[in-house]
């Protein structure tokens, strides 16, 4: 699997909650998150960023974006925006908890 398909699978298991580049480094996906993410957009993958502290460590949240009309993003079988008529994301409402409390982080509470 590469690692743009792991930072996919990681996007997808994030849901709303999306993953920070911190993150996505500690998990050993190899090269600048930024550059998979583009990689992803490439394919016709819609993601958000949001620029986000860890601390005083400055990183990157990364969204995989809900797309108009067939559901295709977060937990969607990886159906890329371009299948979808048009091919334009719609961003999804954040709907849970702030990042801080994303099950999917492995965080030491300070």
Do not use: C
Not at 4 to 23: C, K, N, V, Y
Not at 39 to 46: A, D, N, R, S, T
Not at 75 to 83: L, M
Request: hydrophobic fraction near 30%.
């Amino acid at each position: 699997m590469s690692d743009r398909d792991r930072l996919l699978t990681l996007l997808e298991e994030a849901g709303p909650f999306g993953i920070h580049s911190h993150e996505i480094r500690r998990r050993g996906i190899s090269g600048h998150p930024s550059q998979r993410a583009k990689e992803l957009e490439e394919k016709g993958y819609p993601i958000r960023r949001e620029r986000e502290f860890v601390g005083n460590r400055p990183g990157v949240r990364f969204f995989l974006e809900e797309s108009a009309g067939d559901g295709a993003g977060f937990g969607t079988g990886r159906q890329p925006a371009s299948a979808v008529s048009g091919g334009s994301p719609e961003k999804p409402a954040r709907l849970f908890a702030p990042p801080a409390q994303n099950p999917l982080s492995d965080r030491e509470a300070a």
